[in-house]
Structures are given as structure tokens and as C-alpha cells.
């Protein structure tokens, strides 16, 4: 009989775990025969000591045995993000590539350590349903052509449940449990290509570029040898994504966008993953053509249309596409004002997301119930120059004092050169050595 107390001192002091003991330890939790004490624990022993190659599809195959999977006969094809400050890239790229031909069974998170997760944004939509039957699933893929839903109770169920505890552990960034948690679902959703946009820098749980390489070496051999056709790209949050983050905000933004709104860096790394989605599955066979196809959706108002389907499907009210008010609105905006004069150095994003709490319910863990409507609007990036006292964001929140001290962070957050700084690019296409920019290896 297995001991869950000699697992943990096993994988404590650096040793292998075989499939079998992984497969108890993981059985062992999802059937409450395992305190979240004891897992909390092994958690930490594989932050703090790894995980091999062969032990980390071993965890994603007990991840994704814990409970049921999906099969599409369709060429099925998803994105991932690892996480950033403002990233709604998910709400305008699977209408995008849906209208242009592709199939997206997605299944997606929650909010986690300092990010936002596009179930609480799609949820500021009145009506809005991520809890669909499998049935329901199926057939929001097949007559929309895609379906962003959250992990049910008889899917991925382990990972459902330790990427809670991951939240709560101080485990959120052990890069074997980012590849389990990520692929878990993706292979159980049955997307047959998958997209992994892996963010590096300081709004990021990667903060470097040598761990993004080792992630993206993780995610993709684990992905390919599960039978998962994978590419990735590495791309830049050094600064927010867009210009709002929240949930009802982003949501606003990236309704704005498929409406034809020019975003620049939420534009150039949206396209980048469509096309990468497109050819992975097979739609076009060049990067123009899928380009192409990829502007007649956006500015025919096709992809809008499609992202409005999609809301009437889940359950959402789709009138919020032409009218944003329709979306939860906060009492009050407070401006947000620059500290200093110069050149933007850095920014914390960290800090910035963390922000959220105090004009939120105050987000602890995915049990917290969210306020939708606050949020911040922050329009200057790395590189920018920025005069003192100019209002570079807005604070959206229901308690202005609570809104006062988000805009102090924010602007806490901005660190200022005197010396010009160069402007930095989205896509870091030198993902195997050196970034130009030396800020990704601070």
C-alpha cells in the first residue's frame, strides 16, 4: 500500500515518481482520500525540486484519465496563453479563426495568481454560460465553430482541482505543474493542434528567457508525445496588452477590435497566433493566404458577428456587441497620473494585476465572487515618454477610495528613465537564445 507522506518525502528529496505512484497520489486527491495539507505539500516539493521529462507526462496522463475526453472527426485546432496582464487575445482569436475555417474546442481558466482568466471576463456578459454539457460542448464547436467552456466536474477534474490549490500554495509557477495543467486540458478538449502563446516578462509568470525556452521545450515534447501537434511562440508582457484590464473592460476592448479598432501590439500578436492556427490546422497552406483571410473576417464585421453567435449559444446576452453598455459600469472613473517625466523603463505588472483587489471583492482564491465592472485603463508601454501630472489611465470602481489607492499603485508601477528607451516588439521571434532587449533577462 502506498503512503502519500513518503511520496512527498520521495519527490521532497529529488526522486523520480513513477506513473503508478503519480496516478495514486492524483486518484487519491480527486476521491478526498488526500488533505489539501498533504497535496499542498507535494506541490511544494515539486516547485522546489522539479520534475523530470518522464514524471511530467506521466502527471498530465493522470490528469487527464482523472475524467472524460472529448473526440471531434473534425481537424480541431486551439490556443493557449500562459498568462499576462490584459490579455484578451482568446475573445477576438477563435472568432477570427472560426470564420476563417477552423474548429476551436476551448477550455479555459479562471484567474490565477495575478492574471485574469477569460471565463470571469466572458462572465461579465449577461446570461453567460462556461458550465455546457458535453452535448452542448459538441455542438457550440460544430454550428459556431468555437466554444470557450470551463472544466466540468467529469473533465480534467485533478487539474480543475489542483490548479485551485496552486492559487492558494505560492505553486503557481513550477513549470511542471504549468505543463501538466495546460495540457490536461488541451488534450482532453480533443484539440489535434495546439497554439501556445508563452509569455516572458514582468507581467508574466516567466519572467526570462531562459525559462521560456525550458517551458516551451516542456510543453511541446509532452504535448507531442501525448499526440498533440504543437507550436510555440513566446511573446512579450513587459507591458499590459491593450489598454484595459478587468473583465468587463477587456471584454469591451476586444469588441472594439473586432469592430475594427486599431489596438497595435493586441493586433500584431492576434494575427501572429491566427495565422499560426491556421496553418497548424491545415486551412491555408501559406502564411499570406491565411493573412489575408484572417483581414476580410475583421473588416467585413464577419468575426464579430461570429463572436456574437457565439455569446447567444453560451447563454450571453449578443446585443452587448453593439451596445457596450450593456456590460457591468462602474460608479466612478479617477484619473491616473504620471509621477515623472521621461522615458517608460519598466512597468510591474505583477503589481498591476494585483491591483485589482482593492477595487474588487478582493479576488483570494476562484471561490471569490468578482465585481465585473471595475478595472483600470492604462495606455503608456515600455518605451513610451510620459510628461509628470499627465493622465496616462483611468481607475473604473464602485469605492473611490479604493479606486484612489488602485491609481497610486498603477503609478507605482511605472518606472521612468531619463534616457530614451527603445520601443519594444510584441513577437519574440529569437525565442532560442538572447532577446535584443535586456529587460527580459533582469
Known amino acids: 500500500m502506498l503512503s502519500p507522506i513518503e511520496l512527498i518525502i520521495k519527490k521532497r528529496t529529488g526522486k523520480e515518481l513513477s506513473s503508478y505512484e503519480l496516478d495514486f497520489l492524483v486518484n487519491s486527491y480527486i476521491d478526498n482520500k488526500l488533505p489539501d495539507y498533504q497535496m499542498a ?107 470557450i467552456i470551463s472544466q466540468s466536474n467529469e473533465l480534467v477534474p485533478a487539474d480543475k482541482k489542483i490548479y485551485a490549490l496552486r492559487d492558494v500554495s505560492g505553486t503557481v509557477e513550477s513549470l511542471p505543474l504549468i505543463t501538466a495543467s495546460i495540457l490536461s486540458k488541451k488534450i482532453a478538449e480533443g484539440a489535434k493542434n495546439l497554439v501556445i502563446d508563452l509569455k516572458v516578462g514582468t507581467g508574466a509568470f516567466i519572467s526570462n528567457i531562459d525559462q521560456g525556452n525550458e517551458l516551451g521545450r516542456l510543453l511541446k515534447s509532452t504535448s507531442e508525445a501525448l499526440g498533440q501537434k504543437t507550436e510555440i511562440v513566446l511573446s512579450n508582457m513587459n507591458s499590459p496588452l491593450g489598454y484595459y484590464v478587468g473583465n468587463g473592460v477587456e471584454v469591451y476592448e476586444a469588441i472594439q477590435y473586432l469592430k475594427g479598432k486599431k489596438i497595435p501590439d493586441l493586433d500584431e500578436l492576434t494575427k501572429h497566433l491566427a495565422v499560426k492556427m491556421l496553418i497548424l490546422s491545415k486551412n491555408f497552406d501559406s502564411e499570406q493566404e491565411a493573412k489575408r483571410n484572417i483581414d476580410k473576417a475583421i473588416t467585413s464585421g464577419k468575426a464579430l458577428e461570429r463572436f456574437a453567435r457565439f455569446i447567444k449559444a453560451q447563454g450571453g446576452d449578443d446585443k452587448v456587441c453593439e451596445k457596450p453598455q450593456l456590460l457591468p459600469q462602474a460608479k466612478y472613473i479617477l484619473p491616473i497620473k504620471a509621477k515623472e517625466t521621461g522615458w517608460v523603463r519598466s512597468i510591474d505588472g505583477r503589481n498591476i494585476g494585483y491591483s485589482l483587489m482593492h477595487i474588487d471583492s478582493g479576488r483570494k482564491n476562484l471561490d471569490s465572487i468578482i465585481d465585473h465592472s471595475t478595472g483600470i485603463k492604462i495606455k503608456p508601454k515600455v518605451g513610451d515618454y510620459i510628461n509628470k501630472n499627465d493622465i496616462i489611465g483611468k481607475v473604473f470602481c464602485n469605492n473611490k477610495e479604493k479606486g484612489t489607492q488602485t491609481a497610486n499603485i498603477v503609478t507605482s508601477s511605472y518606472f521612468i528613465s531619463e534616457n530614451k528607451v527603445s520601443l519594444e516588439k510584441i513577437i519574440l521571434k529569437n525565442h532560442r537564445g538572447e532577446h535584443e532587449n535586456n529587460n527580459f533577462n533582469q
Open 41 to 147: 505539500a507535494f506541490l511544494m516539493a515539486v516547485f522546489f525540486q522539479g520534475m523530470n521529462d518522464r514524471e511530467i507526462q506521466y502527471l498530465t496522463e493522470a490528469y487527464i484519465q482523472s475524467g472524460n475526453k472529448y473526440f471531434f472527426d473534425k481537424q480541431t485546432v486551439d490556443k493557449h496563453s500562459t498568462g499576462g496582464i490584459g490579455d484578451k487575445v482568446s475573445l477576438m482569436l477563435a472568432p477570427i479563426v472560426a470564420e476563417c475555417g477552423a474548429y476551436i474546442p476551448m477550455i479555459s481558466g479562471r484567474g490565477l495568481g495575478h492574471t485574469g482568466g477569460t471565463l470571469d471576463k466572458l462572465e461579465s456578459i449577461k446570461g453567460f454560460k462556461t458550465d455546457l454539457s458535453q452535448e452542448e460542448f459538441r455542438n457550440t464547436v460544430e454550428t459556431v465553430g468555437f466554444s
